[in-house]
């Protein structure tokens, strides 16, 4: 054990009955998270048999995220992706799931993600999914205030604030939206927002309408509801406001 300046630690002189390992409960591949604990005072929390507060990750937990970075993940949590605490619940990460079908998006968000990020994404057999998760950092931390209630999206009443950036809205529609088509000919598009309450979905499409004058209209969809864009000009406007920031295995999406 390294020497340090608590004479907490000297004190000890080779007796090891005040020294506890205890086993935190999250997994971390097929280890876990231990941490040493004197006399209740945390000593070096281990993540996998490595020092888990590293230079490295301290310098990634400081990194200031870019506007690209913030206008991708937030459109991200407009969709899958889903906020998580930490194993200490100090701070928050976040995690990204797809279908194996869209691992080309996955990579995508991974390579803008990556300085926030320690494994690549992984192939999970059983849901046929790849997946990545971020570490936890203070931004995310903020957002998951924003946009949680008692561990439930929600949308703020400030959304619009939020949808300013065309990223954010591509993102989004990569993550929840299609096309519709009538008699194979696009006549609109759908965010599929049905997570989200009437209220909810209403704020959305005042603030689609306020940032970008596209009209959105609340459809139902069994007992749920989602937002929709049919009126043709305001239709016309989305593609062309998010077709530059659409991958090419997602264009068809846009119809």
Known sequence: MTRTKSSRLDNLSGDLSRVTLQKNPTEIGEAFLFNVKIEGMMVIPREAGRITYSANIRKMKRMQLDEYQKAVIIGS?????????????????MGIRHSVDQKEYVQWL??????????????????????????????????????????????????????????????????????????GKTSGYHFNTQSFSESENRL??????????????LERN???????????????????????????????KLG
């Open 77 to 93: 949590i407009f969709g899958d992706a889903y906020l998580e605490a930490n194993w200490s619940k100090t701070n928050y990460r």
């Open 110 to 183: 991974y390579e803008i993600l990556k300085p926030l990020v320690l494994t690549p994404p992984q192939y999970y057999e059983r849901t046929r999914s790849t997946w990545f998760r971020t570490i936890s950092h203070h931004e995310l931390s903020e957002w998951q205030k924003i946009f949680y209630r008692e561990g439930k999206k929600i949308i703020p009443e400030t959304i619009a604030q939020y949808l300013s950036n065309p990223v954010t809205i591509a993102v989004w529609f990569m993550d929840d939206g299609n096309v519709v088509t009538r008699k």
């Open 204 to 217: 959305l499409a005042e603030a689609m309408n306020e940032v970008y004058g596209i009209r959105c209209t």
């Open 222 to 252: 069994h007992e749920y509801y989602r937002l929709a864009i049919y009126q043709k000009e305001s239709r016309d406007n989305f593609a062309v406001l998010i077709r530059e920031h659409i991958l090419p295995s997602m264009i068809y």
